[in-house]
């Protein structure tokens, strides 16, 4: 499952760049092998959104989670890369997001936006909605490769239906502490605590 979405954003990633938004779609995958790709999971993220309720804080750019990683199927990796390779799962840098949208989403204002911080080469500052204390650690790579299949949901929920990210779990100690009893890892204090 994880490695056919990765190969379907491939061919995404590849044709965004060099051809017209439609090719951004997942349709384009068709004839890779990719079959029924518009209606992969049957997700359709909502057009309109009344952004006054949803839970989260405020980003500077409405990126929706919903639309990439829910509609049009986008592997969490692709813009998360080092969650496999490291303790922290990183954010995407602005150049990822133009590998499509030099061509994607024109006249959506918030895409202008992303378009305006790429034109004038600055860094978005998004807002910081995961945090443990300097005390804990918490290594990422640990986890995404454990051989007990854990999944980004089990962790941070349903991201692909969320038009805007909002911290699912507790994060505290009891939260880690009962995955880690159920799972048979250690909870010795010196594993999470330096
Ligand atoms: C196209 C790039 C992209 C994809 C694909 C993507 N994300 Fe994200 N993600 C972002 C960006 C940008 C942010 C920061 C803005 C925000 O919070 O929405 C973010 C934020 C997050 C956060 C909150 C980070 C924090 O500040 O604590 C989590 C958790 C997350 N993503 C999980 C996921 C999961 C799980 C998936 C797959 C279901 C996924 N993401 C797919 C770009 C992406
Ligand atoms: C693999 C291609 C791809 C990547 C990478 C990508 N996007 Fe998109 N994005 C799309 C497509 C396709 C749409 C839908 C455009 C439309 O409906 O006209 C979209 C829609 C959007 C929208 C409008 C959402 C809405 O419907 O209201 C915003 C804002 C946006 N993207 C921001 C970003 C940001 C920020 C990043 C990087 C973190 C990013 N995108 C990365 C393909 C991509
Ligand atoms: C076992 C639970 C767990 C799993 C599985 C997990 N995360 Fe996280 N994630 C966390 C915790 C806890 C934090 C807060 C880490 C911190 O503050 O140091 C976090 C933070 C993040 C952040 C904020 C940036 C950062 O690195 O601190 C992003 C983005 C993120 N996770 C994405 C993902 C993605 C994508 C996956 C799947 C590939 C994933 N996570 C899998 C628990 C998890
Ligand atoms: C959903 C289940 C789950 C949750 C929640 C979870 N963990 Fe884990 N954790 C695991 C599993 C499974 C492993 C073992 C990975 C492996 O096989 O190497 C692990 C491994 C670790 C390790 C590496 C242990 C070692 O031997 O080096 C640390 C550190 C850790 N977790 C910290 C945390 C912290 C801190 C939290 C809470 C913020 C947390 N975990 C929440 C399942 C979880
Ligand atoms: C699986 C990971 C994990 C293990 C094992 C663990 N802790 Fe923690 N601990 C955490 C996390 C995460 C927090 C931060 C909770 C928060 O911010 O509310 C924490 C917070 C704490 C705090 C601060 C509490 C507070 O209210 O600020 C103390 C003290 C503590 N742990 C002691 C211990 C002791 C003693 C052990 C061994 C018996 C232990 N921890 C084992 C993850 C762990």
Redesign the pocket.
Known sequence: MKRRARIL?GV??AT?LGVS?PS??PDAAQGQGQADTSAVGGFE?P?D?DTTGLPGPRQP????HD??AG??E?DCR??HFAAEVSPSAG????S??????IL?????P??Q??RDYWNERRP?EWVEIHELAPFVRFPHNRHVMSDKELECQDCHGPVQEM?QVYKYASLKMGWCITCHQKEEVSTDCTVCHY
């Open positions: 954003i995404l990633g965004a938004l951004c779609r993220a057009v959104v750019i409405f990126y929706r639309v990439h509609q049009y986008m692709y813009c954010l995407p840098t602005v990822t997001c133009m590998g499509c949208h994607a989403g024109s006249g959506n918030e895409v936006k992303l978005i038009p």
